[in-house]
């Protein structure tokens, strides 16, 4: 089989949102050993008809359809299983969890914006600390700083991105 360029794109827009699908499709269905075989379905319906998508869209949101149709199938053909969410509670489920995830992106973007007003010498610390694997201990180690020091110096920036990530929701009326 040969990869065109549409199939490289589906991969690509698959790939990047699929840990995001996978969160999405657990909190529809109750039973774990199920999430693969309706990602499966939902990654074969969403290759099928991906001429059809929207790249002025957002994917996720695209294949949060594909998903959700998927879990309904998937209900149906198992219905001599005990333990199930109704449909509506399923569909109340989804629906809840894509307001979460736009609020969840939306958050997302004003502490991007909030990181980029801090003075540079906090920023550089939430870098240091936040962006990378190194514990407290060994940041205040090698920026010769008492770790005490370094936790309050910490919890002050949070706070300050806190605020400022509240005050930013305010302002587009996200709160």
Not at 60 to 89: G, I, P
């Amino acid at each position: 089989m040969t990869f065109t360029k549409k199939n490289e794109e589906f991969v690509r827009l698959y790939a990047k949102d699929e840990g995001r699908l996978r969160r999405y499709v657990c909190a529809l269905v109750p039973v774990m050993a199920d999430v693969d075989d309706i990602l499966q379905e939902t990654a074969i319906a969403l290759m099928r008809k991906f001429d059809q998508f929207d790249s002025t869209q957002p994917f996720f949101n695209w294949a949060c359809r594909f998903a959700l149709y998927e879990v309904l199938q998937h209900r149906k053909r198992a219905k001599t299983r005990r333990r199930h969410f109704s449909e509506e509670v399923v569909e109340a489920i989804a629906a809840e969890y894509q307001q979460h995830q736009q609020l969840s992106e939306r958050r997302k973007a004003a502490l991007a914006g909030c990181l980029h007003k801090l003075e540079d010498q906090d920023r550089r610390l939430v870098e240091m600390r936040y962006f990378s694997d190194e514990t407290v201990e060994s940041l205040a180690q090698r920026i010769e700083e008492p770790v005490a020091k370094l936790y309050r110096s910490l919890a002050r920036i949070r706070y300050l991105l806190a605020v400022c990530v509240r005050k930013s929701l305010a302002a587009e009326g996200t709160l």
